[in-house]
């Protein structure tokens, strides 16, 4: 979670170069990890993700630039990789039994075996495979070595905790599973995590900043709703798509319909099984979004109907995007005819609505960030 | 045909009924054999797995030299074990030409590079990222260095076994620098040279089966462990 006002940096990357054959890999000026927060790099293969975690994590040594630890340079990277963890896309499991690749971290570490049995079984269970305890590691699923491997990761009690990729070889229902049981156990342990993905769908659930990667540099980083909502460039929003994404709370829920009170005031009717008080992101497409200078409700079926002013209109090639200010902001595709036909220019007045179906609503564990 | 059966029938006893020199021959080629496969094993694996984790100018050279060494034939090694262990030879002082140690020393040298090879490709063929993961861990260089080794351990066996197996059935360099003298530096191989040269069949014979039994135990735990899955 980012820390209100001044709160602690944890790690903190000032001038990071890595270059590999000649080309510039990785070209960082700036980036600061909060404590407890889910940083998530997202990108395309070949970004430079996986580099820049290599760096974060001690494992690589870049040609310039300054790393800090709680404030401090890491002078020795043996000793700051024993305070953290990472999981790689394979789970790069030992030829052992699932105990015993758990328990490899400990043994590393020199601790007892009474202490190292009773940690491993305790993180077996977290991670729903106490029953594989004695299998080979040869004979898992892919699913379930990828929970050997994170619970291998977690149980020495990382303080930070650098996650490459580590669903992107699973299949949907697998991974689907290890995403909500890795977004349960980050909220427990309030582990601070940084977790490079492709997928933006698994940024907008476990992460509560975001930095998109482009070409070995950090293209925009913020709260998730402000980076997909507010894309800096046309690169993030070629690659964040570009939905509507807004934070919230579940405040009346009736009949499968619900309404959401969002940052910015407003309330969004939506459809989804939520339970009163739970945090929520509502994503509405662009193209779900129909905007009228007509202020007066008309008979449709959007229920949701907000009146605000155009902020910002940018062209699209056949189309144009049209950004409201409703006091939340929301985006709409338009053809240039109907923004002719509705004259429309940034400071009009206008009326935007979406049905409650249009609103694609993802549940979180944890509250995004205020 | 009858030379054949009879040699059979009583090379068969001598194996049996544990023909005293038979026994001492077999043991000591184990106990040769054994040594030189152990020193290769300590040396080999080393420089295998340090080739295989780091990057020098001139490492392409090294890895090449190590492949070409793999088939470094015996008569070769027997001839400079020979010239640099002879009396006015650099370690003539040593005074172990033509004994055990000799032996050994000209195995070692055999099977050092075999074992060297197999361990580097064995350390090289283990996931990239593996190093990597372990290091994570925590792990000191030490650490990282003894559980890589401990990860390829399945196709180092095969090392110990083709070290092993390259030179129990070497007869080139064992009889030039062992000299294959009685009940002191005879083994399985020059024995079977010498008897069969003397036309006595059934102690050739004898050895031959013994010589044929331990190389099929080392193929058929070869096999064995080749026939296992390999691990992620």
């Known amino acids: 979670m980012i820390p209100e006002g001044n709160a602690g940096i944890l790690l903190g990357v000032e001038d990071l170069l890595v270059r590999r054959g000649g080309a510039t890999v990785l070209d960082i000026s700036r980036l600061q990890v909060f404590d407890g927060e889910v940083l998530s790099l997202i990108g395309p293969n070949g970004a430079g993700k996986s580099t820049l975690l290599l760096a974060l994590s001690g494992l690589l040594k870049p040609l310039r630039g300054r790393l800090l630890f709680r404030g401090r340079e890491i002078r020795d990277p043996f000793v700051y990789r024993r305070r953290v963890a990472m999981v790689f896309q394979e789970p790069l499991l030992f030829d052992m039994t699932v105990f015993d690749n758990v328990a490899s971290g400990l043994r590393i570490r020199g601790l007892g075996r009474a202490e190292i049995r009773r940690a491993v079984s305790a993180y077996l269970e977290r991670f729903g495979i106490g029953h594989l305890a004695g299998r080979s590691a040869r004979k898992l699923s892919g699913g379930e070595a990828q929970r050997t491997s994170l619970a291998r990761a977690f149980i020495t009690q990382p303080e930070i905790i650098f996650l490459d990729e580590p669903f992107s070889a699973l299949d949907s229902p697998t991974r689907e599973g290890l995403v909500g049981d890795l977004e349960r156990i980050l909220c427990q342990t309030r582990t601070t995590a940084i977790l490079s993905t492709h997928d933006q769908s698994e940024a907008l659930r476990l992460a509560h900043r975001v930095a998109v990667i482009g070409g070995g540099r950090i293209m925009q980083v913020g709260p998730v709703d402000e980076v997909m909502n507010r894309p800096a460039d046309g690169f993030v929003a070629s690659f964040v798509g570009v939905e509507t994404v807004l934070s919230g709370r579940v405040v009346r829920v009736s009949k499968g319909l619900f309404t959401a009170s969002v940052k910015g005031g407003g309330e969004i009717e939506a459809v989804g099984a939520v339970r009163t008080g739970d945090p929520v992101l509502c994503c509405i497409r662009p193209e779900n979004i129909t905007i009228s200078t007509d202020s007066k409700p008309a008979e449709t079926s959007a229920r949701n109907r907000f009146s605000g002013t155009i902020r910002k209109i940018t062209p699209l090639g056949l189309f144009l995007r049209v950004h409201v200010d409703c006091g939340f902001e929301l985006v709409s595709y338009l053809t240039s005819q109907s923004l002719e036909g509705l004259s429309l220019a940034p400071g009009k007045e206008v009326t935007a609505s979406f049905k409650a179906t249009a609103v694609h609503v993802i549940v979180r564990q944890s509250s995004p960030p205020a | ?232």
């Open chain 2, 1 to 232: 045909m009858d030379l054949i059966l009879e040699g059979f029938r009583k090379a068969f006893s001598l194996v049996f009924t544990l023909d005293a020199e038979v026994l001492g021959i077999t043991l000591l080629s184990l106990k040769v054999s054994g040594l030189a496969t152990l020193i290769s094993l300590v040396i080999g694996i080393s420089v295998g797995t340090a080739v295989a984790l780091t990057r020098f100018p001139g490492r392409p050279i090294v890895v090449s030299l190590i492949n070409t060494g793999m088939g470094l034939p015996p008569v070769v090694v027997g001839l400079f074990v020979t010239i640099f262990l002879w009396r006015s030879g650099p370690l003539g002082f040593l005074e172990i030409l033509y004994t055990p140690a000799a032996i050994i020393l000209a195995q070692s040298i055999i099977a050092t590079p075999i074992v060297t090879g197999i361990s580097l490709a064995a350390i090289q063929h283990l996931p990239a990222d593996l190093r990597l993961q372990i290091l994570a861990l925590g792990a000191t260089r030490v650490q990282t260095v003894w559980m890589l080794v401990r990860e390829a351990r399945l196709p180092l066996l095969a090392a110990v076994m083709a070290g092993f197996g390259g030179v129990i059935s070497e007869v080139g360099a064992s009889i030039m620098v062992g000299g294959n003298i009685k009940g002191y530096s005879r083994v399985l191989t020059t024995a079977t040279v010498m008897e069969t040269s003397r036309g006595n069949f059934d102690m050739a014979i004898a050895l031959g089966i013994i010589l044929l039994l331990l190389s099929f135990m080392v193929n058929a735990l070869l096999t064995l462990i080749q026939q296992r899955e390999r691990p992620r």
